[in-house]
């Protein structure tokens, strides 16, 4: 498929599903999409929290290094096939995505690092890749007020006897500035509210849905607004500070549904949700544009969080609430996060 076409791909294209649990039971059979760890039980039990002062330190990806009392979490992120399809806008995704988690952990981003491995020197294609790499990295460091080194990117330079395509790894380096304001991954209790921190749209683009389920391989790039993303962890950081959320978790891989769901197994909770009727079903729980972030709330907290993003203009959707097990979409029971959903998956 040729470049414009590529950038011709619209959402019309592909059909909406009539049965979401037909797209579920496909989409978590794939290994790197599978929620939580059910593919990986296998792997150690985490550090214990309590050894760094802080229940659930070590699930947030925060740690000690030094006897000073302070933390740091780290993060690294790695692409290469959206480098392919535009590499000034997605060396910044990488950014975004990476300063996303951290904010949603309640760590301040400072530093980031970057990595560029199989790249063809030889190759004016590559020469061109890697200078709109370098440019979106800038943009992004600038845009989060990230230190990024004088050497700006490694490379690893491919020697062409076998084709590897050019990879971009990042990693992205925060501190803690108040270990009391540390937000755990995961749901916490019955009964939270569940809202979405940004907008969706009519966007599958580059998601997992489009790519396995629909087996297109070649797409646009997904939404994606530098500017705001600025402005988002901005509040973020503000809504944290002043103790309005219980957990926040990024809109990834897998898009809302996925990202719900990895919050949701934990703790064995669920989720009752109503999604947007202007937005196709697909679209809203599976695709991935960027800027979202779902997050829990404290029922007599909400009307003063909502506030907060009204008066920053920054948009917000009540999605449901969090249930004791049970997975609801739009008043259709999914099962249950210990029997339905990923149980009958693994039976």
């Not at 703790?267 to 697909?282: H, K, V, Y």
């Amino acid at each position: 498929m040729s470049e414009t076409e590529r950038k011709n791909f619209t959402i019309d294209q592909v059909p909406e599903p009539d049965d979401l649990r037909n797209v579920i039971y496909s989409m978590i059979a794939i290994p790197h999409l599978s929620p939580v760890n059910i593919f990986n039980e296998y792997a150690s039990s985490a550090i214990d929290s309590t050894q760094v002062g802080k229940e659930d330190l070590s699930g947030a990806g925060t740690f000690q290094i030094n006897g000073k009392g302070e933390f740091f979490s780290q993060t690294i992120y790695t692409d290469h096939r959206r480098l392919a399809v535009d590499p000034f806008v997605a060396a910044q995704i990488l950014v975004a995505k990476a300063v996303r988690r951290l904010v949603c952990y309640g760590v301040e981003p400072v530093a980031m690092s970057a990595y560029l491995n199989n790249v063809d020197f030889a190759s004016p294609m590559a020469e061109e890749m890697v200078m709109a790499a370098r440019l979106g990295l800038n943009a992004a460091a600038t845009s989060f007020n990230l230190q990024f080194p004088n050497w700006k990117i490694f490379y690893d330079h491919s020697n062409g006897e076998v084709f590897a395509p050019p990879t971009l790894i990042l990693s992205v380096v925060g501190r803690l500035k108040n270990r009391t304001q540390v937000l755990a991954p995961g749901l916490k209790q019955k009964g939270h509210n569940i809202l979405m921190i940004g907008r969706s749209f009519n966007d599958i683009n580059a998601s997992e849905y489009l790519d396995h389920f629909h087996e297109v391989k070649e797409w646009p790039l997904m939404y994606f607004n530098l500017a705001f993303e600025s402005r988002l962890m901005a509040a973020m950081k503000e809504l944290i500070s002043k103790d309005l959320i219980v957990s926040a978790s990024p809109v990834g891989i897998g898009g809302l549904f996925f990202t719900l769901l990895r919050e949701a197994l934990p703790n064995e909770l669920g989720f009752d949700i109503t999604p947007d009727a202007e937005i196709r079903s697909d679209a809203f729980l599976f695709g991935e544009g960027m800027g979202r972030i779902v997050v829990s709330v404290e029922e007599d907290k909400e009307n003063e969080f909502v506030d907060f993003l009204y008066d920053h203009k920054i948009p917000v959707m009540t999605l449901g609430h969090v249930t004791k097990g049970e997975i609801r979409i739009d008043d259709k029971s999914l099962g249950f996060v210990d029997k339905g959903i990923v149980g009958e998956y693994l039976d």
